[in-house]
């Protein structure tokens, strides 16, 4: 009997195609309410060197790993991890457990978005921004743990956004994510620049920058500002949580992988500073304002977007024009992330089931949004969403990224066969510097973050939550999603996905073998 021929994988069609939807994803919530205040409380205008660091050793090159990942077994993040080990596959499930964990919490902060979009126009929080944020429209108890209490405000937004996230989804990788991206990336880009020019005219908007660009040249002696630049490059380029490896497997065989990191990466520093432009240009104008220093109006995250913000377009001419650019930038961002997110596990299901991704965006979509009604428009829901953030962006992904890192590196010892399948298809050659980045510089980097957040957060807490709360939504999330990635690398794979990995595996090894430049790889001869 014949074997059963492997369905071809879905594709961007183009290069600019995944460039643009690569760019989306990594361009997020954090780059335009995290970046700024990392930067500003750590050094300032100093901190750019860090930071630039942090991006040439850790953050381009781990995109290279897990694009070369991706692509060469050409399927999602568990297939991919078992093909260099069958013991590696639980990574790749981890991976996929963090990015169903984000996706269920993340689509709300984008359903608060779009309700702001609206508020703007007549500034319905008033004269108290904070209390509307979390008394009138989340409605919060201020209670940790779970409310069947349900927020009908926040709640229709929030079917809106999976509506829209899933309906893309099903599209399919090219008529769907990259369409949506080829539209929304641009236009996000064009709309968050009117907004920063506007914010460059406000007046106040000069102390504002120099509050945020004078650099502190003594920060650099301080290990914690550098492992601030790592933490923002690591977590901003979405690189460990199986989302750029899943996007590389739907490129063609014949893609320029590390130059497309390149563009990647940069695109996405350069949103960062352009974010702490706009964001500290209009802090400046609300201290000038209120009459104090910018140190005492400046904020970051849910706080900065829906309380700090609002408070200054309150103040400010043509505010709600201000007002529906802001949001609407936060609402592009966020789909545009989230979106990449939901892939991640649709994919993995797809693969590990034989399903087809329309059905597994369905099935898998589908549960990740019921689940998202249910938790988070209640009155218990920013808490929930707070502790579950915390522990899976600090603990889960540093966690498992230094996890892949020393497997891949270390034990599989599988860089090698990475470096020469990047080398074969792509214009920017690396060796023996990459690796010594991605095996040495990123693991120690990331095991000082690890061991430092797991101290805090086992003596100190977490704001303050109970105990219960934490164990529940913090450590006992992630023991869970530990049980679940060994029992799920247990159950066996369809023919057609490990037949599709084989034949992939197979053709790229011919085309390394046979490229000129392979025996300079095994030589060493490489140029970065």
Same mark, same amino acid.
């Given at each position: 009997?014949?074997?059963?021929k492997?369905?071809?994988?879905?594709?961007?069609?183009?290069?600019?195609?995944?460039?643009?939807?690569?760019?989306?994803?990594?361009?997020?919530?954090g780059?335009?309410?995290?970046?700024?205040?990392?930067?500003?409380?750590?050094?300032?205008?100093?901190?750019?060197?860090?930071y630039?660091?942090?991006?040439?050793?850790?953050?381009?090159?781990?995109?290279?790993?897990?694009?070369?990942?991706?692509?060469?077994?050409?399927?999602s993040?568990?297939?991919?991890?078992?093909?260099?080990?069958?013991?590696?596959?639980?990574?790749?499930?981890?991976?996929?457990?963090?990015?169903?964990c984000?996706?269920?919490?993340?689509?709300?902060?984008?359903?608060?978005?779009?309700?702001?979009?609206?508020?703007?126009?007549?500034?319905?929080?008033?004269?108290?921004?904070?209390?509307?944020?979390?008394?009138?429209?989340?409605q919060?108890?201020?209670e940790?743990?779970?409310s069947?209490?349900?927020?009908?405000?926040?709640?229709?937004?929030?079917?809106?956004?999976?509506?829209?996230?899933?309906v893309?989804?099903?599209?399919?990788?090219?008529?769907?994510i990259?369409?949506?991206?080829?539209?929304?990336?641009p236009?996000?880009?064009?709309?968050?620049?009117?907004?920063?020019?506007r914010?460059?005219?406000?007046?106040?908007?000069?102390?504002?920058?120099?509050?945020?660009?004078?650099?502190?040249?003594?920060?650099?002696?301080?290990?914690?500002?550098?492992?601030?630049?790592?933490?923002?490059?690591?977590?901003?380029?979405?690189?460990?949580?199986?989302?750029?490896?899943?996007?590389?497997?739907?490129?063609?065989?014949k893609?320029?992988?590390?130059?497309?990191?390149?563009?990647?990466?940069?695109a996405?520093?350069?949103?960062?500073?352009?974010?702490?432009?706009?964001?500290?240009?209009?802090?400046?104008?609300?201290?000038?304002?209120?009459?104090?220093?910018?140190?005492?109006?400046?904020?970051?995250? /849910?706080g900065? @977007?829906? +309380? =700090?913000?609002? !408070?200054?377009i309150? &103040?400010?001419?043509?505010?709600?024009?201000? #007002?529906? %650019?802001?949001?609407?930038?936060?609402?592009?961002?966020?789909?545009?992330s989230?979106?990449?997110?939901?892939? /991640?596990?649709? @994919?993995? +299901? =797809?693969d590990? !089931?034989?399903?087809? &991704?329309?059905?597994?965006?369905?099935?898998? #979509?589908? %549960?990740?949004?019921?689940?998202?009604?249910?938790?988070m428009?209640?009155?218990?829901?920013?808490?929930?969403?707070d502790?579950?953030?915390?522990?899976?962006?600090?603990?889960?992904?540093?966690?498992?990224a230094?996890?892949?890192?020393?497997?891949v590196?270390?034990l599989?010892?599988?860089?090698?066969?990475l470096?020469?399948?990047?080398?074969?298809?792509?214009?920017?050659?690396?060796?023996?510097?990459?690796?010594?980045?991605?095996c040495v510089?990123t693991?120690?980097?990331?095991?000082?973050m690890?061991?430092?957040q797991?101290?805090?957060?086992?003596?100190?807490?977490?704001?303050?939550?109970?105990?219960w709360?934490?164990?529940?939504?913090?450590?006992?999330?992630?023991?869970?999603l530990?049980?679940?990635?060994?029992?799920?690398?247990l159950v066996?794979?369809?023919?057609?996905?490990?037949?599709?990995?084989?034949?992939?595996?197979?053709?790229?090894?011919?085309?390394?073998?046979?490229?000129?430049e392979?025996?300079?790889r095994?030589?060493?001869?490489?140029?970065a």
């Amino acid at each position: 009997m014949s074997a059963v021929k492997a369905p071809e994988r879905q594709v961007f069609v183009s290069r600019t195609a995944f460039i643009l939807a690569a760019i989306g994803s990594a361009i997020g919530l954090g780059n335009i309410w995290r970046f700024p205040y990392v930067a500003y409380d750590s050094g300032g205008g100093a901190f750019i060197i860090p930071y630039l660091v942090a991006l040439l050793t850790a953050g381009i090159p781990l995109l290279f790993m897990v694009y070369a990942i991706g692509h060469r077994a050409r399927s999602s993040a568990p297939l991919a991890y078992r093909s260099l080990h069958r013991a590696a596959e639980p990574i790749g499930w981890f991976k996929t457990g963090i990015a169903v964990c984000i996706g269920i919490y993340y689509a709300v902060i984008v359903a608060w978005a779009i309700s702001y979009t609206g508020f703007s126009f007549t500034q319905s929080w008033g004269e108290d921004a904070e209390g509307f944020f979390i008394a009138e429209y989340l409605q919060q108890s201020g209670e940790a743990g779970f409310s069947g209490s349900f927020v009908p405000a926040v709640m229709i937004p929030l079917v809106a956004v999976w509506v829209v996230c899933l309906v893309i989804l099903i599209a399919g990788v090219q008529n769907g994510i990259a369409r949506f991206s080829k539209v929304f990336v641009p236009l996000l880009a064009v709309i968050f620049a009117i907004m920063v020019v506007r914010a460059l005219f406000l007046p106040g908007a000069a102390a504002g920058l120099d509050a945020l660009f004078t650099p502190d040249w003594g920060a650099l002696a301080s290990p914690t500002v550098w492992v601030a630049a790592y933490g923002q490059i690591f977590f901003s380029l979405s690189i460990m949580f199986g989302i750029m490896l899943t996007y590389a497997s739907y490129l063609k065989k014949k893609t320029n992988l590390t130059g497309s990191g390149m563009v990647v990466g940069f695109a996405n520093s350069s949103f960062e500073m352009l974010a702490g432009v706009g964001v500290f240009a209009t802090l400046g104008f609300m201290a000038h304002v209120a009459g104090v220093g910018v140190d005492e109006v400046v904020s970051n995250g /849910v706080g900065l @977007a829906f +309380i =700090a913000f609002p !408070t200054i377009i309150g &103040e400010m001419p043509g505010g709600a024009i201000f #007002g529906v %650019l802001f949001f609407v930038s936060l609402i592009f961002a966020g789909l545009t992330s989230l979106v990449s997110i939901i892939q /991640v596990p649709i @994919a993995a +299901i =797809a693969d590990k !089931t034989g399903i087809s &991704e329309r059905t597994s965006t369905i099935v898998v #979509g589908g %549960l990740m949004a019921v689940a998202s009604i249910l938790i988070m428009p209640t009155a218990t829901g920013l808490s929930v969403l707070d502790t579950i953030d915390a522990f899976t962006n600090n603990l889960g992904i540093v966690g498992i990224a230094l996890v892949a890192i020393i497997a891949v590196g270390w034990l599989l010892r599988a860089l090698p066969r990475l470096r020469d399948h990047l080398n074969s298809i792509s214009s920017f050659k690396v060796g023996r510097i990459w690796i010594i980045c991605v095996c040495v510089i990123t693991p120690v980097v990331l095991g000082f973050m690890l061991v430092q957040q797991v101290v805090v957060f086992a003596q100190e807490g977490y704001e303050g939550y109970p105990t219960w709360h934490l164990v529940l939504f913090g450590w006992g999330l992630l023991a869970v999603l530990v049980c679940l990635s060994i029992l799920l690398s247990l159950v066996p794979w369809p023919r057609k996905s490990l037949e599709r990995v084989e034949r992939a595996r197979a053709e790229f090894e011919a085309e390394e073998a046979a490229a000129p430049e392979s025996a300079t790889r095994r030589t060493g001869g490489e140029n970065a």
